[in-house]
């Protein structure tokens, strides 16, 4: 009725002040809080108990190493909502339903070690070895690392704003799978443990509208909003939680705001002057930091102190009880209530926004204070005060040691922790490796490219296009191929495509397209296959991200394909590369027009030559500068072998460009030379002058060479260089080869070949 009447008063004329935000206080009311199944005792000593091995775990390793590193804030103000998480909600690998996918704040990690290890995934020793995985008997990565850990880490999260965009690009994918029938949908989450100071990354909020349009109800963000990141405040003139609240709101989603714990209800009922709720609106996040450290006295005073009906309402509450009023992060129940509203959500992302204390429970060594960030161990005396916060059975003289303490396996903690985790279907973080293998289609798929176009020109896009439109139509692999497209289709000579495999789109198509007469018309469908995701290279590359990780996120081989201009790639979304080979994805990226050639009139947008530098720089991508169709040809298929029937993970990056010239048939014999990264076009007997062409410029090679020979009668030897990053890439091995092996006969790289 109230927004009638808004809708009323508006059509009269009438403007509206505008707000996206509620009051600062929490979402779900006590009424509506529906009731905590646990039992807050035993999961409160389990929780103390993993607070208190995260700290130790740092704390020594640090003593140990000055300089090691390692973070105990973090971990410390999220604790709760971790514990609430794994006791009642994240679904692991065995769970029927299939398991969620978990995004864990990376520098939070000391605690999830320190959780395995009470579930006994983790032996003491690993923890005592914590940032030192190469130690003799193994070692923890200081960050998630699926290559470090491959059984346990997923998803590498500390380049931080990344962990946003490819959460939500991994919801929307697992829509993609369900909506062309390759997975059951099955209500599996993506969950998103964030920082507040991290939703300052443009890409952390550059995407949610994604969200709420393709009404992503399987995705959950928790931001930990302690309101400090590492240098201070993340905003002390302001409110963080509500400046979040309006963005997202604003963006369609559902909001939880879990600011203020129980103690505070009946705080609340008594505010009939809505006296409290003004003052929590005044106040900002600097001075509610100041509240943390300063004192009971300090907080009664300031805080308080500002209008007397408040003062009334805590005459009764002592200091020392006022500093103690919980928030809501720190309240099991508050959190459960929160984690369930947004896992029953329907039709719209959920983001719970929760309030914490940074270094919660660390007292002087940090709790709350701005250098709590930095804090890397904790002296004799705040460890006695630490274990005294969380009741750790340890003595004094123990405590000082700060020993590791494991529960016994048949203690009270230890059966109920694993009867929550065998229930949700096993630990998490946990990483599939397994995975269909693929049947790569036959090479006479490829006979077209081999055979050369004879008299007809066209580009190497051009090439491409052509063989990937056949490989979408093989019977084996056809429906896995994923194309990816940041809004360039057209120009690649794409378009047939639309109407061939249709765009995705999770509502379908609902309006007649403008070009509906034409035979090639723009097609959107719910079991579209061409992931077409506007201009918005960090999306495509995050869609790049979740189809070329689908192999151990649903054990299905989906093949991306993702074309863009070449400059927009590795000089616009480098770290998403690198974070797609550290997730281990598989797949084709194409930087297509690159090459300095005939694009050059639209500007330096498409002089792209050192994406090459770039991709030789990245570990696992194989990158390949190629001529000619046939090369294409023989690329794709020693791609697709290595990566989804050998199930390698590495990255194949191919440069794509746009001048039209001839394709010759392919010479015999190149094969591997092709794929090893250069091969002899011509050759004479010691040449005086050796021409290297690559690309697009291997037809001025050519030219160079009839040159040379007309006027100067010089015959130089020609090679077609396909990988410059291979080259030297064997060329580094086989030297490492022959400086350990001095007694054997020196192996020669293909580089220093090049003789005749
Ligand atoms: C892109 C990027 N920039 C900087 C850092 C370094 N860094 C690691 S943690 C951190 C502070 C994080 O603050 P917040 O997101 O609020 O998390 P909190 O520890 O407070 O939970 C920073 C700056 C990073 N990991 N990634
Ligand atoms: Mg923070």
Redesign the pocket.
Known sequence: MLEKLIDFAERQGARMPFNTNTPFINTIHPFEQKPFPGNRAIERRIKSLVRWNAMAMVSRANKETEGIGGHIS?YA??ATLLEVAYNHFIRGAAHPNGPDMVFF?G?ASPGLYARAYLEGRLTETHLENFRRELSKDGGLSSYPHPWLMPDFWQFPT????LTSLMALYQARFMHYLEDRGIIEKSGRKVWAFL????MD?PESLGSITLASREKLDNIIFVV?C?L???DGP?RGNGKIIQELEGAFRGAGWNVIKVIWGSDWDSLFEKDATGALAKRLEEVVDGELLKYVVAGGSYLREHFFGKYPELLNMVKDISDKELLRLRLGGHDPEKVYAAYTEAVEYKGKPTVVLARTI?GYGLGEAGEGRNIT?QQKKLNEKELLSFRDRFNIPLTDSEATTAPFYKPADNSEETVYLRARRKELGGPLPFRNQKSEKLKIPDRSLFNEAFAGYGDRELSTTMAFVRQLTKLTKDKDIGKYIVPIIPDEARTFGMEALFRQLGIYSHSGQLYEPVDSEQFLYYKEAVDGQILEEGINEAGAMSSFIAAGTAYSNYGVNMIPFYIYYSMFGFQRVWDLIWAAGDMRTRGFLLGATAGRTTLNGEGLQHQDGHSHLAAAATPNIKAYDLAYAYEIAIILREGMKEMFHYQKDVVYYITLENENYKHPEMPSGVEKDIIKGMYKIHSTKNPVIRLLGSGPLMGETLAAAKLLKQDWNIEPGVWNVTSFSELRREAEESERWNLIHPRQEAEKAALGKIVE
């Open positions: 973090t103000s999220s704040q520098h500390v380049s931080m704003g920082g507040d100071g991290e990354e930990n302690n400090q990141r590492l993340v940074k960030h």
